[in-house]
């Protein structure tokens, strides 16, 4: 008769070591289970778990009980416990030292358990010279010779250096020229309190040189405080101050879109903006460019693609659409500045044509914005940068034939107020270019949607002020010619005001 079910294979008994214990063959542990079992009671350790996993010794609970008894110890004479060789240097570590390090603990721990034939026992060995109370010298603990290999760009010798030397002093001197270097090497040795002692320095060291590496450096290892407060520092200086410098070539496009769809954006108006991101462009297309050209430079450069389709048409153009579809084109109210970017050729004609649409349905019903509804993602948006030397700082804006002072106030060092006030074309001191190509409305009373914002910079956190969104009608007269002022009490400058407002349907 034939067998249904084959033999299943017989458990067999092995002798481990010199007591009469056994094991089922299949099961992936390899040692002692009667002294893996004496192992988990000593370091507090799940005995389950460690089944799951034993080869690897415990090898975090391990280094958390060894760098705790040991990093309070000194170096008890000059010769070295392990000899870690990398990046083609050897460096000479102590345990009280190594020990602090995740990576460099497990490597050692790994070396121990490969380099003997009694794994178990050089670690009990290990333990046991740290165990409190003892005073009679410890016996010599066998010297390692452990690799460590890096491929990570970022991590220099001299950087590796700093982290190493970082184990002995704590409280390392860093140039912010390495810090990058020393923020890789904390992350490889898993030196938590070294690397967030970089991302602090790198988040106070942001500037338009800067902005680029620290930005990427966050994103390849997922800090999100670093890059956050990358992305906060360019949403503040991206007009003023990195669109002015050849640092703007740097900037990358997934970076660049998630400023220009921030609400918290500064620009002094839709145009600045603008030129910064036409900028921005011919700087990507010309690479051998090493200064910041005239903004007549530029829009000659984009003048001299062909003609038959504009240029974000075009397949150069093409993937940078989502950037341009951030901008408030309906912003920009000049005629002048219009026929420019017509005559310029960059944006699709259905583009410029709606916008053009939109003005004169605008001016047509007295200034009401019918294509604009939200302020947060719609607003006109204008900006004061309210440096240390000035005491007062205002701007005059038109749109549609309404006339608005935008206005800050230094009251004392740290106490400041921004508002918005409408003014007559008429009264003294007004600017009469806002006036001679443009319209003027006598509308005794304008109906405005506004909400007034300002943020600065301390101790390396961003502060906000911001009123509500506050609809009032404004007119020519006190009270009503003034807006709520947004008051200010703060130590950080400069002070980044932005206003934004909408024209509702009256």
């Given amino acids: 008769m034939k067998m ?63 760098s705790g008894n040991l990093k309070k110890k000194t170096i008890r004479s ?18 009280p030292q190594l020990f602090q390090s995740e990576t460099l603990a497990k490597l050692y721990l790994m070396a121990l358990a490969q380099g003997t034939t009694s794994p178990t026992k050089e670690l009990e060995r290990l333990l046991r010279a740290q165990l409190p109370g003892k005073v009679k010298e410890r016996p010599p603990i066998k010297k390692m010779i452990i690799s460590l290999k890096i491929n990570d760009p970022l991590v220099t010798k001299v950087a590796f250096a700093t982290a190493l030397k970082n184990l002995y002093l704590g409280e390392v001197e860093m140039d912010m020229d390495d810090v990058l270097g020393v923020l890789a090497s904390a992350h490889i040795l898993q030196l938590g309190s070294l690397f967030q002692r970089c991302v602090a320095m790198m988040v106070n060291g942001l500037t338009p040189s800067t902005i680029k590496d620290f930005y990427l450096a966050g994103c390849k290892y ?42 918290r954006l500064f620009t002094f108006n839709e145009y600045h903006l603008l030129k910064t991101l036409l900028l921005w462009v011919f700087l990507q297309l010309n690479h051998r460019i090493q200064t910041v050209p005239v903004h007549e430079t530029v829009l000659a450069f984009f003048n001299s693609f062909p003609k038959k389709y504009s240029f974000l048409d075009q397949d150069t153009g093409q993937s940078l659409v989502p950037l341009f579809l951030c901008l408030r084109l ?51 948006r204008f900006g004061l940068l309210f440096n240390q030397e000035y005491t007062t700082h205002s701007e005059i804006i038109a749109i549609y034939g309404f006339f608005f002072e935008i206005k ?26 806002l006036c001679e190509h443009g319209p003027v409305s006598l ?53 980044y005001a932005s206003f934004s407002f909408i024209f509702p349907i009256s």
């Fill in 4 to 66: 249904l079910h084959p033999h299943r294979a017989r458990l067999e008994r092995r002798m481990v070591g010199s007591t009469n214990r056994w094991r089922f063959p299949r099961e992936p542990f390899s040692g002692d289970l009667l002294g893996l079992s004496q192992m988990c009671k000593a370091l507090n350790v799940d005995f389950e778990e460690a089944l799951k996993n034993p080869d690897r010794l415990c090898i975090s609970q391990i280094q958390k009980i060894l």
């Fill in 78 to 95: 000059g010769e070295a416990d392990v000899i870690l060789t990398c990046l083609g240097s050897k460096w000479e570590l102590h345990q």
């Fill in 222 to 263: 997922k800090e999100e405080q670093l890059t956050t407060a990358c992305e906060k520092w360019l949403e503040m200086n991206l007009v003023p101050l990195v669109g002015t410098q050849i640092h703007l070539r740097k900037i990358p496009q997934e970076l660049l879109h998630k400023v220009l769809r921030s609400p």
């Fill in 330 to 380: 309906h912003g920009i109210i000049k005629g002048k500045t219009l026929e420019e970017l017509r005559h310029v050729n960059f944006f699709p004609e259905s583009w410029l044509l709606r916008v053009t649409a939109n003005h004169y349905h605008a001016l047509e019903s007295g200034g009401d914005m019918a294509h604009v509804k939200d302020l947060t993602t719609q607003a006109m």
């Fill in 408 to 433: 800050g106030i230094k009251h004392d060092t740290t106490s400041y107020s921004f508002y918005m006030q409408r003014v007559r074309h008429t009264d003294l001191g007004f600017p009469s270019s």
């Fill in 443 to 495: 509308r005794a009373e304008r109906l405005v949607k506004y909400e007034i914002r300002a943020q600065t910079l301390v101790d390396g956190k961003w502060q906000e002020f911001r009123t509500n969104q506050i609809t009032q009608k404004f007119g020519f007269v006190k009270p009503s010619c003034k807006s709520h002022a947004l008051k200010v009490q703060t130590v950080g400058i400069p002070i």
